[in-house]
Nanobody
Framework: QVQLVESGGGLVQPGGSLRLSCAAS????????????VGWFRQAPGQRREGVAC????????YYPDSVKGLFTISGDNAKNMVYLQMNMLKPENTAVYYC?????????????????WGQGTQVTVSS
């Protein structure tokens, strides 16, 4: 079972950038994230959990909803068991708790129920 720990959240001004990190440990194949898919979600108060990126560790395909395409980038370093979310041109509506999560597959609906392991989340606040 994979354990996930997010970091890198904080306060950023509108238009700024932030990079979130997700550290993974433990898996069926040792420390490697393969054959998992790793996704990033966010949840603002009173809102449903929303997927913002997913990276398939097996074929390298990346998935983004239209709302963040071109603004957010997911990347990973399998050797370090890390997954990152680079967020650019941040807006106040991007304020939320951001979670990384592991699944067996990425899909465009970003259904949270398909992700078996979740980190504890990291707060991102976009405000002047």
């Amino acid at each position: 079972q994979v354990q996930l720990v997010e970091s890198g959240g904080g306060l950023v001004q509108p238009g700024g950038s932030l990079r979130l990190s997700c550290a993974a440990s433990g898996s069926r194949s040792g420390l490697s994230l393969e054959p998992y898919a790793v996704g990033w979600f966010r949840q603002a108060p009173g809102q449903r959990r929303e997927g913002v990126a997913c990276s398939s560790q097996t074929d390298g395909r990346l998935y983004y909803p239209d709302s963040v395409k071109g603004l957010f980038t997911i990347s990973g370093d399998n050797a370090k068991n890390m997954v990152y979310l680079q967020m650019n041109m941040l807006k106040p509506e991007n304020t939320a708790v951001y979670y990384c999560a592991a699944s067996s597959v990425c899909e465009m609906l970003f259904q949270p129920r398909l992700y078996a392991q979740w980190g504890q989340g990291t707060q991102v606040t976009v405000s002047s």
